[in-house]
């Protein structure tokens, strides 16, 4: 089993910066890719930011030069610097890591934290 935290939300202007942060705990050491995934209200969850053991990022276009997601692999944090915030980028942000266990792939979440831009 893998335990994701999340930490770092809050309330924020349009314009504003937050760093969202993610500890993960437990059976760690066979997780590959980590990411964020946010859900707007009323919306299904979509992603919005991977990073994979070795480092390869991928985006979301709607955040695209905005956010910047980093892993700690030595201290098993993961983070997600939010830059040039904006009303849709309100939502509850998930962190989410995948491990894999006798070649089949294992998805944990995190418990979200919200995340609000106010115009």
């Known amino acids: 089993q893998v335990q994701l935290v999340e930490s770092g939300g809050g309330l924020v202007q349009a314009g504003g910066s937050l760093r969202l942060s993610c500890a993960a705990s437990g059976s760690i050491a066979s997780i590959t890719d980590m990411g964020w995934y946010r859900q707007p209200p009323g919306n299904e969850r979509e992603l919005v930011a991977a990073?994979?053991?070795?480092?390869?990022?991928n985006y979301a276009d709607s955040v695209k030069d905005r956010f910047t997601i980093s892993r700690d692999n030595a201290k098993n944090w993961l983070y997600l610097q939010m830059n040039s915030l904006k009303p849709e980028d309100t939502a509850v942000y998930y962190c989410?890591?995948?491990?894999?266990?006798?070649?089949?792939?294992?998805?944990?979440w995190g418990q979200g934290t919200q995340v609000t831009v106010s115009s």
């Open positions: 990073i994979t053991s070795g480092g390869n990022t």
């Open positions: 989410h890591s995948r491990r894999v266990r006798n070649k089949i792939n294992h998805d944990y």
